[in-house]
């Protein structure tokens, strides 16, 4: 078997795990050591080994897999053991100074979501709190012993990231929105501490958000990796186990892509992947409702080729494109849309520069 035909078998049999529990073909058949090793890089290997451990034994992974999948698990509960405690002590120093945050992403989901956080790793701690929290929050995670990432406040940005100069606990990243400027999305984010629900982290307090606020969360998360060439299919887990375990007001989904600016493609994206890829029951009105407003054979053109590839990482150029194509066919571009691409074109052309002057002082030390 070719290099190219093992990936896309491990591929195949990677969704399928994580659909049913079973792998596409036998269990004999399957490169296992491909699977683990694709399972490991899209961070979600202690739920490919829920999945398979639940099947049963009929199906199950040779021996060493199933340990190392176990093994991954069990690493994965005591790391969210230790992320929720520090947690605990940063969300009652918030309280304190009266401010609220509402968890995103890992701590939001693993916990709260999967309902057992071995399943959901994160290596940070995101929250999101009100704009005019921010500078507060600066003082209190100062106080805290943590460290600003770069200049204490930022301006045209979306998040302030903390960490303890010793590196004893994750990293913190504070946000007021969801994504950076160049993705434009527009939100109600007063509607999105309204939503929530208060829920106990030890003995403090923290808000988690409503099932549909978390699938908008999630789809921009999925195209905000897609961009920068990183794994996606973590994200798309989130948005099938949201699904799967959370009542979803499938409405209010369909009223948030309308009341906000660009956040039709992100949820048509995801929404129809996750569908398609993972077996998640959308509805289909929901996919009609979010279907784009010109070129419909583009829009589907390019989610196929999503499909297709994701977990491989797109260059820069196609993912640009892919991005570009998916806003022009819901006509939203935003006015200083140009100058905010070039700049990201800019910033990774940067980035191709500095990893090939690696790769050649590499070279040039091991000639030596």
Known sequence: MTTRAALQRA???LFAILRTGNPAGPPAAVEWDAVLRLALRESVAPLVGDRLRAAGPARAAPEAVAATFERLRREGAERAAAAYAELETLLGALADAGIDAVLLKGAALARFTYEDAALRPFADLDLL???ADVQAV???MRAAGYAAVGPALRTHAYEHCYFTPSWSKLPVDVHWQYAEPFHAIELDYGAVFARASRAAVGAAAALVPAPEDLLVASSVEVVREAWESKPVLRHLCDIAETVRRKPVDWERV????????????????SLAAARALLGVRVPQRVIDALRPRRAAAVDRLVRRRIHATLLRRPSPLEALARQALLRWTDGEASPGYGALVMERVEVQWERVKRRVGRRGRVRDALAR
């Open 11 to 13: 591929e195949r049999d």
């Open 129 to 131: 709190v009100r704009p």
């Open 138 to 140: 600066a003082g209190v």
């Open 254 to 269: 369909i009223a948030c892509a309308a009341g906000g600016r660009h956040l039709r493609a992100p949820l048509r994206l």
